[in-house]
C-alpha cells in the first residue's frame, strides 16, 4: 500500500473516531432527554440526578479529545525557548537557509532554541492541512554543542524534509489525529465510574487500530526525511548524526543529573548561564569513547508500542545502502555548530532564564569549584551521621567495668541529638577499640525492614559499607575543615574532592582494617597524626 493510500486510511480512520463520538454524543443527549420529559414518571430524583452527572462526565471526555485535534495543529507561546532571529544569529539563519535552498522549502517563520537534545518543526496549517501556514522550527541547544556544522546540516535537511514531502500535508493531519486520539484515551483512563471505563475499553480498541495504520505513516515520513537530508547533506554526514544523538542523550541526561542538579539539595545554582551552558564544557572534557561510556551499561528507554520513528539502527542501515558520495561525515577536524551562535553564553544565561522556575531567581549562585566543596561537605555529613548516631547509641547504653569489660544498657538512645553532641572520629575510633562496634553499633545502624533480623556474620557484611561510608564521610569533614581536600569538577570524571596523596594511597587500606571483624584502628590514627602534624 502506497504511502498517500495509507494517509487516506488513516484519514477515514479518523473520521470513524469522531463519528463514534458524535454517535455516543447523540445518543447520551436522547437518553438525558428522555429524563427530563414527561413520557417516564416512575423514577427516582437520585436515579434521575446520577444518570444526568454520569452522561455530562462522559460527554465532557468525549468533547475533550475531539477539541483535541484542533488544539494539536495550532503554534502556541513557547515559554521555555528563546526566540532567535536572523538578526540576533545571522550565521545559524544561513545554515537554515542554505537548506531550505536545497531542499526547495520556504523558510521557517519561527526558530527557537531549547533545553534538549532534540530538533523539531511545526506549521500551523488550514483547512486540515490543505493550506500552508505558519511555520516553526526547534533547535535544541544542547544538539548544537554536540554536533558538528555538517552534521547539523544534517538535521536541518531532515526537518526540512517533513516539509518537502507533498503527501506530508495530508500526513500532517494523520499526526493530529493520533495526538487527538491518545488525548481522549487518557482522559477516560482517568476518569473513576465504571462507565468511563467501559466507555474508554471501547475507544481504546478503535484508538489502537487507528495507531496501527498511523504509525506507519508516521514512520515512513521519518524515513522520507532521512532520504532528503542524505541526498542534501551528505550520507555519511546523515549517518553520523544519528549516531551522535543516543550519545548526546545519555551525556546530556548524566549532565543535568551530576552537575546541574549538584546544588539542588543545597537550595544554589551554578554560576549564571551554567545550568545549560556547562553541558559543553562536558562535551569538550569528554570526546569519541570517553563520551560514548556514559551511556554503556544504561538501559535504552523502551519504544512505545506505537512510536512515530523507527529504530535508529534501521534508519543508519537504510541510509548506509545509499550509495556513496563525496562529502565526509563531518565528525572529524570540524567546529561546533555552537560556533554559529553570536555570544553563546548569553544564548545560555537567555535559556536558563526561560527554563527555570520563578522561585530560582531568589537562590544563590556559586561558582563550580564552590560548589562542588559545599555538596562534598554535604554529602560527608550525610554519609557520617548514620555512624555517629549509631556510636552516640552505643555509648549510652554501655558501661565499662573495673576490669575493662562491657556491659550494655538498652534503655538509652541518642536519637534526635544535635550533630555538636554526637561523637567525632576520634570518640568513634575508640568505641571500635573497646569491640562496640560490633558489639552495639551494628544493632543501632538504621536497617531496611529485610535486614532486621539478621545476625552474626551475615549482620556485620550487611553493615560494614555503611560503617566504611560513615568513615570516609568523617575523614573527608577533617581533610576539608583543615584545607587540604580541594574540589574538583571533574568534566572528565566525577565531581568531588581531590584529597592529599597520602590518603589518596591508603585511605581505603586504613578504614578496611577500622571496620574487620577484629577492627584495627592504628593504620587510620597513623594518617591523623600526619595531617596533624601537617596542619602544625
Known amino acids: 500500500m502506497t504511502f498517500r493510500l495509507r494517509a487516506v486510511r488513516g484519514l ?28 417516564f414518571t416512575a423514577r427516582a430524583a437520585w436515579f434521575e440526578g446520577m444518570v444526568l452527572t454520569v452522561t455530562v462526565l462522559l460527554a465532557a471526555a ?38 531550505a535552498e536545497v531542499t526547495g522549502e520556504r523558510l521557517p517563520d519561527e526558530l527557537y532554541l531549547i533545553a534538549e537534545v532534540n530538533a523539531g518543526v511545526a506549521e500551523q496549517n488550514r483547512l486540515l492541512g490543505l493550506l500552508p501556514g505558519r511555520r516553526r522550527m526547534l533547535l535544541g541547544l544542547p544538539l548544537l554543542a554536540g554536533l558538528t556544522v555538517p552534521q547539523l546540516r544534517a538535521v ?19 499526526m493530529r489525529g493520533r495526538k487527538a486520539v491518545l488525548h481522549t484515551v487518557e ?18 480498541s478503535y484508538a489502537r487500530m487507528f495507531l496501527r495504520t498511523s504509525q506507519s505513516v508516521a514512520r515512513h515520513q521519518e ?80 519504544p512505545h508500542q506505537y512510536d512515530s520513528h523507527p529504530p535508529t539502527a534501521e534508519r543508519i542501515a537504510l541510509i548506509e545502502k545509499l550509495p556513496a558520495d563525496d562529502r565526509a561525515d563531518g565528525s572529524a577536524d570540524e567546529p561546533a555548530a555552537l560556533t554559529l551562535l553570536h555570544d553563546p553564553d548569553r544564548v545560555f544565561a ?43 547509641r552505643a555509648l549510652r547504653s554501655s558501661a565499662q567495668g573495673a576490669d575493662g569489660t562491657v556491659t550494655l544498657r538498652r534503655d538509652a538512645t541518642a536519637e534526635g541529638v544535635a550533630n555538636d553532641q554526637l561523637p567525632g572520629l576520634e570518640e568513634i575510633l575508640d568505641a571500635f577499640d573497646r569491640g562496640l562496634l560490633w558489639m552495639a553499633v551494628v544493632d543501632c545502624m538504621p536497617k531496611p525492614h529485610q535486614a532486621a533480623r539478621l545476625i552474626g556474620p551475615a549482620a556485620r557484611n550487611f553493615i560494614r559499607p555503611k560503617v566504611f561510608d560513615g568513615l570516609a564521610g568523617m575523614v573527608h569533614l577533617r581533610l576539608a575543615e583543615a584545607g587540604y581536600a580541594k574540589p574538583d569538577i571533574a568534566w572528565s570524571g566525577q565531581p568531588g574532592l581531590v584529597l592529599p596523596e597520602a590518603w589518596e594511597k591508603d585511605m581505603d587500606d586504613a578504614i578496611d582494617a577500622a571496620v574487620a571483624d577484629t577492627p584495627d584502628t592504628a593504620p587510620l590514627r597513623a594518617l591523623l597524626v600526619g595531617l596533624h602534624r601537617a596542619s602544625a
Open 187 to 204: 482522559v477516560f483512563h482517568e476518569g473513576s465510574t465504571r462507565l468511563h471505563y467501559a466507555f474508554g475499553t471501547l475507544y481504546v
Open 156 to 174: 536541518l535537511a531532515h526537518e526540512f524534509g517533513h516539509y518537502g514531502n507533498l503527501d506530508t500535508r495530508l500526513g500532517g493531519v494523520t
Open 223 to 302: 524515513l522520507a526525511a532521512d532520504q532528503m537530508a542524505a541526498r542534501h547533506a551528505g550520507r555519511d554526514a546523515t549517518a553520523a548524526a544519528l549516531r551522535i544523538l543516543p550519545v548526546l542523550a545519555a551525556a546530556h541526561t548524566h549532565y543535568l543529573e551530576t552537575y546541574a542538579a549538584m546544588g539542588r539539595p543545597l537550595g544554589v545554582l551554578p554560576p549564571p548561564g551554567e545550568v545549560h551552558g556547562g553541558f559543553q564544557r562536558l562535551l569538550a572534557a569528554r570526546t569519541g569513547k570517553r563520551l560514548a561510556a556514559l551511556s554503556v551499561g544504561q538501559r535504552p528507554p523502551r
Open 62 to 99: 468525549i468533547l475533550r479529545g475531539m477539541f483535541a485535534f484542533l488544539r494539536a495543529g495550532r503554534l502556541g507561546p513557547m515559554p521555555h525557548a528563546v526566540a532567535v532571529t536572523p538578526q540576533d544569529q545571522p550565521e545559524l539563519w544561513e545554515q537554515v537557509r542554505a537548506a
Open 12 to 39: 477515514v480512520l479518523l473520521a470513524g473516531f469522531y463519528l463514534m463520538g458524535v454517535v455516543l454524543l447523540s445518543a447520551m443527549a436522547a437518553l438525558d432527554w428522555l429524563l427530563v420529559t414527561p413520557l
Open 350 to 392: 537567555a535559556l536558563e532564564a526561560r527554563t527555570l522556575p520563578q522561585e530560582a531567581a531568589r537562590l544563590q549562585r556559586m561558582s563550580w569549584d564552590d560548589l562542588v566543596m559545599a555538596r562534598a561537605v554535604a554529602d560527608a555529613e550525610v554519609w557520617s551521621r548514620p555512624l555517629r548516631v549509631a556510636v552516640a
